[in-house]
């Protein structure tokens, strides 16, 4: 059965500092990773789709890499702002079936 | 509509008691799915609909729990006899053609079920 861990499980950092949040999974036969952001009582937002024969994908000053064989992604901020604040989630998906981690709460401060 | 609508947005019940929990999904997206968010974890998969019909509801943790989508747009998760272990929040998601490894899955806002 798919694992999916998210390290860390919260962050908080200054405004403007770069930083990267983890995510690895157990089983390498995935059609896809995404990330999504969750904002307080809300759903999920997507953020990023990496298909399995991808590497990274970027988008504005998000850049999600994936690494099937060694079961890992991570989701590198630029330049991080207030507005970022939110739970970062990863989620891999084999046929049906979306398997999600826990998520990184992350607070930027201003 | 522009994006995934579920209603009710907050649900409180008694233990025991039936609720249903609505989906309407984009317009002309085929594919459906229904996730179970506990607080602090990821959404789990509970089914997930191509059209009318229910590909695969490997998720749902018990016979308690079921959903239909009559007309292969809005879908119905429906519980039984809820127990206080069901609170959570219930996500619905809806993607084009479900195609996998193809597809982004847009997310609606969720429906908080508190089961006293």
């Known amino acids: 059965k798919q694992e999916v861990t998210q390290i860390p499980a919260a962050l908080s950092v200054p405004e403007g500092e770069n930083l990267v949040l983890n995510c690895s999974f157990t089983?390498?036969?995935?059609?896809?990773l995404q990330w999504f952001r969750q904002d307080p009582g809300k759903g999920l937002t997507s953020l990023l789709l990496?298909?399995?024969?991808?590497r990274e994908q970027t988008s504005g000053r998000l850049n999600a890499s994936l690494d099937k064989s060694s079961g890992r992604s991570t989701l590198y901020i630029a330049a991080s702002q207030p507005g970022d604040s939110a739970t970062y989630l990863c989620?891999?998906?084999?046929?049906?079936?979306?398997?999600f981690g826990a998520g990184t709460r992350l607070t930027v401060k201003p | 509509g522009a994006g995934v609508s579920q209603t009710p947005s907050n649900k409180v019940t008694e233990k025991g008691k039936y609720v249903e929990l609505r989906c309407d999904p984009i317009s002309g997206h085929t594919a459906l799915y229904w996730y179970r968010q506990s607080l602090g974890q990821g959404p789990e998969f509970l089914i997930y609909?191509?059209?009318?019909?229910?590909?695969?509801d490997s998720g749902l943790p018990n016979d308690r729990f079921f959903a239909v989508r009559p007309e292969g747009s809005v879908s119905t998760l429906k519980i039984q006899r809820t127990e206080r272990g069901d609170s959570a929040v219930y996500l619905c998601?809806?993607?084009?053609?479900?195609?996998?490894?193809?597809?982004?899955?847009?997310f609606g806002p969720g429906t908080r079920l508190l089961v006293l």
């Open positions: 990496i298909q399995s024969s991808q």
């Open positions: 998601a809806s993607s084009l053609t479900g195609s996998a490894g193809q597809e982004t899955q847009y």
């Open positions: 089983d390498s036969a995935i059609y896809n």
């Open positions: 989620a891999v998906r084999d046929n049906n079936d979306m398997r």
């Open positions: 609909f191509q059209g009318t019909g229910a590909a695969d």
